[in-house]
């Protein structure tokens, strides 16, 4: 019987692997030899930063990895060798990871080693225009390059990998996994947030805001300046609401910033909670990378608040613009802002249909008989 190992580790991770575990699991009711076994690499570890998702998506991981959580260098080191371990015990056919993160990243190379197959989720993501400051662009060309199974979400991820040279028989256009799990929770994330917690807010009335990428909110310049800017959205006449990232609250803390007076803020938020205050704004800003696909299935506006970014399909939908926090002001805000909410809501998305685990799972279980 074959295995498949499935690396989950971050909360992107839990959210784009479930629709490819559920699948697996529906596989083997009907008598599939392939059986599964999911591995927490532990990147995101704390109640609200995991347990929330773990129990939104009804996930419980077979193997968790214990990581110290210090420099980014040791959670490297701590996560491929603990994952290289696993492996070595459970000798899988292939090893899933999902996207571009410290976990995915380790896992991969550990599997690697082991002479174990990887098969990339979301592989061929790309910035545009590159931007070879992030670690999460180098990640990602690192797993496309030792996988053996690279499942593109769309055309325009294929032709990334084509152009690099990857051999076409490794590429699979199977569609976003967003797509199974935004429409499998379509009907629970249109009842109103536990996370609105009282607040007056009324759909279409009110924006959303999330900030975390290391290359923004571990700036100094770029958070005081996006602090300073953000309250804009106020003037507009809109409530900001603002689930505030760990990581983002620690950087604060630190350079003695606090929030814009009157944007509310919460904690982090589970994802069917983030995804009906998502669904019912008038406006997301974000430095997020896949908010803006939750966005652009949703069909609500949003303005991405980086330089570049790996899914220009959002752009090229109309769904999204972006916004240099560097070079924008109160005004060009204000101006940003208003034109998204005006903007029509009737762009499609290019990510195919539901089913996008299955179509996984599928192709994994030929190979793997």
């Not at 697996?24 to 109640?47: C, F, I, N, P, R």
């Not at 990428?213 to 300046?225: F, G, I, P, S």
């Amino acid at each position: 019987m074959s295995k498949a190992v499935i690396v989950i580790g971050t909360r992107p991770d839990l959210i784009k692997q479930a629709p490819v575990i559920r699948a697996m699991q529906e596989a083997l009711k009907k008598g599939s030899t392939m059986e599964y076994v999911t591995l927490h690499a532990g990147q995101h570890w704390s109640d609200n930063m995991d347990a929330v998702f773990l129990s939104d998506l009804k996930l419980t991981p077979h193997h968790r990895l214990e990581t110290s959580h210090g420099t980014y260098a040791q959670q490297i080191r701590e996560t491929l060798g603990g994952a290289r371990k696993i492996l070595a015990d459970l000798q899988p056919s292939v090893v899933v990871v999902y996207g571009d993160t410290l976990s995915a990243w380790a896992c991969a190379m550990a599997a690697a080693c082991e002479g174990i197959d990887v098969a990339h989720v979301e592989a061929g993501m790309r910035t545009e225009p590159q931007d070879l400051r992030l670690p999460e662009e180098t990640f990602r060309s690192q797993i496309d390059a030792v996988a053996r199974w690279l499942f593109a979400p769309t055309q325009y991820q294929a032709g990334n990998l084509t152009r690099e040279g990857h051999s076409k028989n490794r590429i699979f256009v199977v569609g976003n996994t967003v797509l199974d799990i935004v429409e499998s929770f379509r009907a629970s994330i249109s009842l109103e947030p536990r996370a609105w917690r009282g607040l007056t807010l009324k759909p279409r009335k009110y924006l959303v805001l999330t900030l975390h990428r290391a290359e923004n909110v571990d700036d100094y310049v770029w958070l005081r300046k996006a602090l300073k800017i953000l309250g804009a959205g106020k003037s507009l006449g809109m409530e900001l609401v603002w689930p505030i990232h760990p990581r983002t609250q620690k950087r604060m803390a630190e350079f003695g910033l606090k929030a814009p007076k009157g944007v509310t803020t919460t904690g982090p938020i589970g994802y069917l909670d983030m995804m009906r205050l998502v669904m019912n704004a008038a406006t997301v800003l974000t430095d997020s990378g896949g908010i803006p696909e939750e966005c652009m299935i949703l069909r609500v506006p949003c303005l991405i608040l980086r330089r570049s970014t790996e899914r220009p399909e959002v752009l090229h939908s109309g769904c999204a613009k972006m916004l240099d926090v560097m070079a924008a002001n109160e005004f060009i805000l204000k101006r940003m802002i208003k034109d998204a909410t005006l903007t029509a809501r009737n762009w499609n998305h290019p990510y195919g249909t539901v089913g996008v685990g299955t179509r996984i799972v599928d192709i994994l279980r030929a190979a793997y008989p």
